[in-house]
C-alpha cells in the first residue's frame, strides 16, 4: 500500500521560505508512471494546486505561485520537497502531498496533510 | 485558467437520499473531469476518475456522469459515512489543474 508522509516546520516566519518534505513508502517514486505534486488547502476553504514534479526532475508549477516555488525531488530517499519562498499570511495552509497518475493527471494517493503557519 | 463551479454549495439530506451535485467548468473539458471526498481533518479520497470510473474500493452507490462543461456526481442512497464535502477536479488543462469549490453534504 503506498503510504505519502509530509513532513516540515509548522510556523514560518512571515519573509522566510516554507520548507516541507513528502516522503513515499510503498512504491518507488521513480516509476515513471506518476507526478509527484503538491497541493494546499487554507482553513475552510477549497484546493489549490501547488506543483508537480517527475522522477527525472521536471517539473510544473502554478504560474499564480511559480516565482516562489522550487519543487525538487531525491530518488534515492523516495522523497520530494516544496520550498515556497518570501511566505506571508495568505500561505498560512493545509500542505498535502499527493500522487498524480499519468495521464489523466488525478490524485489517487494522498498525504495525510500538514499545518503550516505563518505568523511572526 | 479553467473555473469549476460546483452546485449547490451545500445540502442536507437523509439517510438513504438520492444525492446529486453538480460541477461545471468555464469551458469543455472533454471528460477530464474527477471527483473526490473530504472529511473533516482528512486528505481528499479519490472516488471518480475520467467523469465515470470508480476508484478502487469505492462503494457502487457512487456513480459520476457528463461530458464538456457539465457534470454530475450521484450518490444513489446515502450512508451515514458519505456525509462529507465533496470536491470536482479538471485535469484537462494539464498541469494546471483546478477544483471546484466544494459541496458540503450535511445531515437533515
Known amino acids: 500500500q503506498v503510504q505519502l508522509q509530509e513532513s516540515g516546520p509548522g510556523l514560518v516566519k512571515p519573509s522566510q521560505t516554507l520548507s516541507l518534505t513528502c516522503t513515499v513508502s510503498?512504491?518507488?517514486?521513480?516509476?515513471?508512471?506518476?507526478?509527484w505534486s503538491w497541493i494546499r488547502q487554507p482553513a475552510g476553504k477549497g484546493l489549490e494546486w501547488i506543483g508537480r514534479i517527475y522522477t527525472s526532475g521536471s517539473t510544473n508549477y502554478n504560474p499564480s505561485l511559480k516565482s516562489r516555488v522550487t519543487i525538487s525531488v531525491d530518488t534515492s530517499k523516495n522523497q520530494f520537497s516544496l520550498k515556497l519562498s518570501s511566505v506571508t499570511a495568505a500561505d498560512t495552509a493545509v500542505y498535502y502531498c499527493?500522487?498524480?497518475?499519468?495521464?489523466?493527471?488525478?490524485?489517487?494517493?494522498w498525504g495525510q496533510g500538514t499545518l503550516v503557519t505563518v505568523s511572526s | 485558467d479553467i473555473q469549476m463551479t460546483q452546485s449547490p454549495s451545500s445540502l442536507s439530506a437523509s439517510v438513504g437520499d438520492r444525492v446529486t451535485i453538480t460541477c461545471r467548468a468555464s469551458?469543455?473539458?472533454?471528460?477530464?473531469l474527477n471527483w473526490y471526498q473530504q472529511k473533516p481533518g482528512k486528505a481528499p479520497k479519490l472516488l471518480i476518475y475520467a467523469t465515470s470510473s470508480l476508484q478502487s474500493g469505492v462503494p457502487s452507490r457512487f456513480s459520476g456522469s457528463g461530458s464538456g462543461t457539465d457534470f454530475t456526481l450521484t450518490i444513489s442512497s446515502l450512508q451515514p459515512e458519505d456525509f462529507a464535502t465533496y470536491y470536482c477536479q479538471q485535469s484537462y488543462s494539464t498541469p494546471q489543474v483546478t477544483f471546484g469549490g466544494g459541496t458540503k453534504v450535511e445531515i437533515k
Open positions: 510503498g512504491g518507488s517514486i521513480s516509476s515513471g508512471s506518476y507526478y
Open positions: 499527493a500522487r498524480g497518475v499519468i495521464p489523466l493527471y488525478y490524485f489517487d494517493y
Open positions: 469551458q469543455s473539458i472533454s471528460s477530464y
